[in-house]
């Protein structure tokens, strides 16, 4: 027989936890058919109006949206999650809102696709840093300047969960040589025009080493969702 499952309930986070038997079959089979006839097809539909731009419309779709200072972690925490290389380097490394749109599917060769200006270019885990470089320096310029014109990186792959996430620019206050001078508004408008929509999952990243409660990412989340229901927060380490 398998493992007994564990249900657990924490009524401070209002959250449930389910961990069912590791060998258990007669847990997952149901379960996993059960996803791929009611939940995959509901986030495949979203993932159609995305590509669609119906949110120019004004019509939003449920999105995490990851915010957070420059240099604060969120390139690692993506990275854990889709287990694929972001651009690393000095300064702001995100320039244009990135979209990233990962799919669990049984095959063992991840499939990784770009969709930006109309066109998707496939590429894999070695050269993903360097393809989402060139396609920002397509979108925003070669410089140190942002565009809030997005870039999709469709993920499919074995292992990964079925999410969709916005990682935006890192907030900075200071332009540095080649940034307009006023790359903190043009940050902050971007970041709100994310967070702003009620379907919006703000998840800010922040240094385990700052004050929360000064936080600048945690304030705009705070004037958008003044109850904090969709508002989360990761430190990183």
Same mark, same amino acid.
């Given at each position: 027989?398998?493992?007994?499952?564990?249900?657990?309930?924490? $009524?401070?986070?209002?959250?449930? +936890?389910? %961990?069912?038997?590791?060998? &258990? !079959?007669?847990?997952? @089979?149901?379960? =996993?058919?059960?996803?791929?006839?009611?939940?995959?097809?509901?986030?495949?539909?979203?993932?159609?109006?995305?590509?669609?731009?119906?949110?120019?419309?004004?019509?939003?779709?449920?999105?995490?949206?990851?915010?957070?200072?420059?240099?604060?972690?969120?390139?690692?925490?993506?990275?854990?999650?889709?287990?694929?290389?972001?651009?690393?380097?000095?300064?702001?490394?995100?320039?244009?809102?990135?979209?990233?749109?990962?799919?669990?599917?049984?095959?063992?060769?991840?499939?990784?696709?770009?969709?930006? $200006?109309?066109?998707?270019?496939? +590429?894999? %885990?070695?050269?993903?840093? &360097? !393809?989402?470089?060139? @396609?920002?320096? =397509?979108?925003?310029?070669?410089?140190?300047?942002?565009?809030?014109?997005?870039?999709?990186?469709?993920?499919?792959?074995?292992?990964?969960?079925?999410?969709?996430?916005?990682?935006?620019?890192?907030?900075?206050?200071?332009?540095?040589?080649?940034?307009?001078?006023?790359?903190?508004?043009?940050?902050?408008?971007?970041?709100?025009?994310?967070?702003?929509?009620?379907?919006?999952?703000?998840?800010?990243?922040?240094?385990?080493?700052?004050?929360?409660?000064?936080?600048?990412?945690?304030?705009?989340?705070?004037?958008?969702?003044?109850?904090?229901?969709?508002?989360?927060?990761?430190?990183?380490?």
């Amino acid at each position: 027989m398998g493992e007994e499952n564990h249900i657990s309930h924490n $009524n401070d986070c209002k959250t449930i +936890t389910v %961990e069912p038997g590791a060998h &258990d !079959a007669n847990f997952h @089979a149901p379960l =996993v058919s059960s996803y791929n006839d009611r939940i995959r097809p509901i986030l495949d539909a979203f993932e159609d109006l995305r590509r669609l731009n119906i949110t120019k419309q004004g019509i939003q779709l449920p999105t995490i949206v990851v915010v957070g200072d420059q240099s604060s972690g969120k390139s690692s925490v993506l990275e854990s999650l889709a287990e694929i290389t972001l651009p690393r380097g000095q300064g702001i490394c995100t320039r244009v809102p990135l979209i990233m749109r990962l799919q669990h599917h049984a095959l063992p060769k991840p499939e990784l696709v770009l969709e930006y $200006n109309g066109k998707s270019v496939s +590429t894999d %885990e070695s050269r993903v840093s &360097d !393809a989402i470089r060139i @396609a920002t320096d =397509v979108l925003a310029g070669e410089g140190k300047g942002i565009s809030n014109t997005p870039l999709t990186l469709l993920v499919k792959k074995n292992g990964v969960p079925d999410l969709t996430m916005v990682d935006l620019p890192g907030i900075t206050r200071v332009p540095v040589h080649g940034q307009p001078e006023n790359i903190y508004d043009q940050i902050v408008n971007i970041i709100m025009e994310y967070i702003r929509p009620e379907e919006s999952i703000i998840l800010n990243v922040l240094s385990a080493t700052v004050d929360f409660s000064t936080c600048e990412s945690i304030r705009m989340s705070q004037s958008v969702d003044k109850k904090g229901v969709r508002t989360l927060a990761k430190p990183h380490w």
